[in-house]
């Protein structure tokens, strides 16, 4: 909610760089978009890998915090 009056308020002050923000939003979230998907697959990398590496603990009764 306070973006959205932030961008009003930007819209009465200065409504070219509001349209312009408007219009180079979604440019910019499929540009960034590779770059998180990027992550979640490393996230999910690193968490595969910690679960191999405690796979011996936790077979042997060991309980995860």
Same mark, same amino acid.
């Given at each position: 909610?306070?973006?959205? @009056?932030?961008? @009003? ?23 960034? &978009?590779?770059?998180? @998907? ?21 077979? &042997? ?5």
């Amino acid at each position: 909610m306070i973006k959205f @009056l932030l961008w @009003l308020i930007l819209f009465v002050l200065c409504w070219p760089v509001a349209v312009l923000g408007l219009v180079l939003y979604p440019v910019a979230w499929l540009l960034m &978009l590779p770059f998180r @998907l990027l992550g979640v697959v490393v996230t999910g990398v690193f968490a595969f890998i910690k679960g191999i590496i405690f796979l011996p603990a936790r077979i &042997l009764g060991q309980k995860p915090n």
